[in-house]
């Protein structure tokens, strides 16, 4: 895999890396998935699941640092 995936040449450069990437593909992925089946299978608000899925990766971020 590639380590970085991309430079944006804004500001002399910004560097995008695959692997924090593919982090927020993985959490959009699963909070849509999430929301999805919150509202068709279990009737709760898809609101309220993508807000606890912003708070979970919030203080998993925080947690892990």
């Given at each position: 895999?590639?380590?970085k995936l991309f430079t944006i040449p804004i500001f002399g450069g910004i560097d995008i890396y695959t692997y924090g990437t593919l982090i927020v593909v993985g959490f959009l992925v699963g909070a849509w998935w999430t929301r999805?089946?919150?509202q068709k299978r279990l009737g709760i608000d898809p609101e309220r699941t993508f807000n606890v899925g912003f708070a979970i990766l919030f203080l998993g971020l925080l947690?892990?640092?």
């Open positions: 895999m590639r380590q999805r089946a919150a947690g892990a640092r």
